[in-house]
């Protein structure tokens, strides 16, 4: 089973940019979709990001879109999410997961996450 570490959170400004990186250990992504999710205060954990690792497909959220990019490193077996123009809205713990390229369900096991907190 893939283990996941998920890295690059911190506080920024409005406007301002972060890079998160989903790391995997145990096995690589090549037979995964890798997603990235993310949980605010209060709220229920939303669906934000994903990428297909063999076939590069990538769907984002309507609430991201044009914003956040998804980005695949093999040599490193990471998978990164580039958000720009950040919104205090995006103030979440974000978290990535992973499912077979072929089934829907995504693994029942969630890392600790990474905290994003964007300032007005």
């Known amino acids: 089973q893939v283990q996941l570490v998920e890295s690059g959170g911190g506080l920024v400004q409005a406007g301002g940019s972060l890079r998160l990186s989903c790391a995997a250990s145990?096995?690589?992504?090549?037979?995964?979709?890798v997603g990235w999710f993310r949980q605010a205060p209060g709220k229920e954990r939303e669906f934000v990001a994903s990428?297909?690792?063999?076939?590069?497909?990538?769907l984002y959220a309507d609430s991201v879109k044009g914003r956040f990019t998804l980005t695949r490193d093999n040599a490193k077996n990471t998978v990164d999410l580039q958000m720009n123009t950040l919104k205090p809205e995006d103030t979440a713990v974000y978290y990535c997961?992973?499912?077979?390229?072929?089934?829907?369900?995504?693994?029942?096991?969630w890392g600790q996450g990474t905290q994003v907190t964007v300032s007005s």
């Open positions: 990428i297909n690792w063999s076939t590069g497909t990538t």
């Open positions: 145990g096995r690589t992504f090549s037979r995964y979709v």
């Open positions: 997961n992973v499912r077979d390229r072929f089934g829907s369900m995504w693994n029942a096991d």
